[in-house]
């Protein structure tokens, strides 16, 4: 017990002595006060603007962005999970193949491959939605793998015996068994995918974190005020409807 406080408390001096304190700045107590002044008084002007941009709109694009990245990935990963599943294949260096193309995967952040795409097609949603999709591939494919490994190999084994082909056997003794973890997952990211594309629209994916970006570059913090309070709102009402289905279906 006491290496253990020994080795954290080590950690903790080593992380402070190599982080460098300059302290605040001469206006950070101004721009501190004018940005709680502009958030306690957010402009609800900008919620609905019949002819142009507003809050409502972003949002729902940030959603857009979150579902249509989310529904590739989860199409996309189906092979990969099967391809990575170690019960699933006789030889191990197959499913470590697949492991291995996961990680390699899940190690690049969807803000890296998002610029990427923006790169490659422009900014904009599309490229918000391909970096989202790629990205939860290596996610959600780590997480089907594991639940087809979890699975209950029996009735597997049974229609075997009885001579069923590969494709029977997946359809009636494998899919049935896996198919509530994989909603329940894909429930799970498409919670997660919606923060990251409020992330990806700072870098120009499309989404509420441009009209975020630009309004604290312009320092309109009763703008910023509404987009955050926005934001908050559309988390926490996805975040409720996915629990609940996640925990019907489970």
Not at 18 to 39: D, N, R, Y
Not at 42 to 48: I, L, N, R
Not at 131 to 144: N, R
Not at 181 to 200: G, H, P, Q
């Amino acid at each position: 017990m006491a290496l253990g406080w020994a080795i954290v408390i080590a950690l903790l001096i080593w992380a402070l002595t190599g982080l460098e304190l300059t302290g605040f700045q001469p206006t950070t107590w101004i721009l501190t006060k004018a940005m709680i002044s502009g958030l306690l008084q957010p402009d609800w002007a900008y919620v609905y603007i019949p002819e142009g941009e507003d809050l409502l709109r972003s949002l729902l694009e940030t959603l857009s962005i979150s579902f249509l990245g989310n529904f590739v990935s989860a199409v996309v990963c189906l092979p990969v999970a099967f391809w990575a599943a170690a019960n699933m294949s006789r030889y191990r260096a197959v499913s470590g193949s697949g492991k291995l193309f996961l990680s390699v995967v899940r190690t690049i952040p969807e803000v890296i491959m998002a610029l990427i795409f923006i790169k490659a097609v422009g900014p904009g949603a599309f490229a918000g939605v391909m970096a989202l999709g790629l990205h939860s591939v290596g996610m959600l494919g780590k997480l089907y793998s594991e639940a087809i490994e979890n699975m209950d190999m029996g009735p597997t084994e049974a229609m075997t015996a009885v001579g069923a082909n590969f494709w029977q056997k997946m359809a009636f003794a494998v899919i049935p068994q896996v198919i509530p973890d994989f909603i329940s997952y894909t429930l799970f990211r498409f919670e997660i995918n919606v923060r990251s594309a409020t992330l990806l629209g700072v870098i120009g994916a499309g989404g509420i974190g441009t009209p975020l970006i630009f309004a604290i570059n312009a320092r309109v913090w009763p703008r910023v005020g509404i987009i955050i309070i926005g934001i908050i709102i559309t988390v926490s009402v996805i975040d409720y409807i996915s629990a609940s289905l996640r925990k019907r279906i489970v």
